[in-house]
């Protein structure tokens, strides 16, 4: 009886079967292979974004300016010290620094970019999630964390670049008022820091500047060259975006580096140290230069003193290297010779090479790289040849016109 029952039952649901074969088809597609085809559309669109991103990075720019860019006649006031101070803490030109402020913000503390999920603040346009770190729990979709010591511990870019603490957990938009800061900073102090911490908000325009120096400088060093730190500082897939956003940021700092343009040599080729008046002291094999010590520059090249542009003074090759802390750097002359520099590592910055080359071809007037001149640089005797009556040294105006472009 039953082995009658379980035939009969088989003999049913084969029917069943029969009949129902493609609403069971259906069911097991939706359980079973929809879901895997699902995953492995967004794999491939996670790896596609990934090479989208990757291939959207442009090639080295130059150096060269364009002939129809003007002056950029000088950082804002109110963010000249912070671009100095950000440019020389992170290895930044401060032209490059000063550009992607423009470009991102124009200059405004207070921009606010809410679309598309977007929530970008500040000078430097920083997301909250870049700001605080992506792990960090204490961010929220539209407000970064404001702890410092925080921010670091979950690998954000933020950082309190003016020594001001507020209590755990203070808002980001109380740095749009200063005197509320000092308050709360004598507060803590008075109290002796307890239960405060750096306060570090993408509001405040120093630590805004200081985090960007700080978030370009990484992506310089993971992706080789400055066009491409900027192309995942932008961080989009589409790469015409990408490329727009490069070209219009290298047209910016071209007009920042005209504020002490390049000076053409009345015998042909360039003074490699722009608009800039320096001093010049003799000293064992050559001669020492400094930015002069009584600021014997106009305001506008005074500024730019801690990123000087140097420029390639003929074509040929240029070389940097760097031992230990000590960088030298060769230049061609217009003569067949070269020029070397020498001075601390950190008081130069590449820009015609990536960041890890050490030799390559310039053409006169390019922009080989910065140079923090309000430290002293030994320069060889060679530089003698740019001056066809003789070199004496002592401060020394560039020998030679400047070059204006644009309009």
Wanted: charged share 10%; glycine share 10%; net charge negative.
């Amino acid at each position: 009886m039953e082995a009658l029952v379980v035939k009969l039952g088989l003999r049913i649901g084969l029917r069943m079967a029969q009949k129902r074969w493609p609403l069971l088809l259906v069911f097991v597609f939706f359980l079973f292979v929809a879901p895997f085809l699902g995953g492995l559309l967004l794999f491939l669109a996670i790896i596609g974004g990934a090479n989208a991103l990757n291939t959207a990075v442009p090639e080295t720019w130059n150096g060269q300016i364009p002939k129809d860019v003007s002056p950029a006649n000088g950082i804002p006031q109110a963010f000249v010290a912070y671009v100095q101070q950000a440019s020389e803490t992170y290895q930044v030109p401060m032209q490059y620094l000063a550009a992607t402020a423009l470009h991102e913000s124009a200059w405004e503390p207070n921009a606010y970019a809410d679309y598309a999920g977007s929530h970008a603040m500040g000078l430097m346009q920083f997301e909250p999630e870049t700001w605080s770190g992506w792990a960090d729990p204490y961010t929220r979709v539209d407000e970064p964390d404001t702890d410092a010591l925080r921010i670091s511990q979950y690998g954000g870019y933020g950082v309190d670049a003016d020594g001001i603490w507020a209590p755990i957990g203070t808002p980001s938009r109380v740095a749009l008022t200063p005197a509320e800061l000092a308050q709360l900073n004598v507060a803590c102090q008075a109290n002796q820091n307890q239960g405060c911490a750096p306060y570090a908000s993408p509001w405040d325009p120093d630590d805004a500047l200081n985090a960007g120096a700080k978030y370009l400088h990484t992506l310089y060093l993971m992706y080789g060259n400055w066009p491409n730190a900027s192309a995942h500082y932008y961080g989009s897939s589409d790469k015409a975006a990408v490329q727009d956003y490069i070209n219009a940021l290298m047209r910016m700092t071209a007009a920042y580096i005209l504020d002490t343009p390049p000076v053409a040599l009345p015998d042909g080729g360039y003074w490699p140290f722009g608009d800039a008046k320096l001093t010049f002291t003799i000293s064992s094999g050559g001669w020492t230069m400094q930015a002069t010590s009584n600021d014997d520059n106009t305001p506008l090249v005074s500024e730019f003193l801690p990123s000087l542009p140097i420029i390639a003074p003929a074509s040929g090759t240029v070389t940097w290297t760097t031992n230990g802390n000590q960088t030298t750097i060769t230049l061609p002359l217009p003569n067949g010779s070269t020029l070397a520099l020498q001075f601390a590592s950190r008081q130069g910055m590449k820009w015609a090479l990536a960041q890890n080359q050490t030799k390559g071809t310039v053409a006169a007037g390019d922009i080989v790289g910065f140079l923090n001149v309000t430290q002293p640089v030994r320069v060889s005797n060679t530089i003698s040849t740019l001056f066809p009556s003789g070199f004496s040294g002592g401060i020394v105006a560039p020998p030679g016109q400047p070059v204006h472009t644009g309009g």
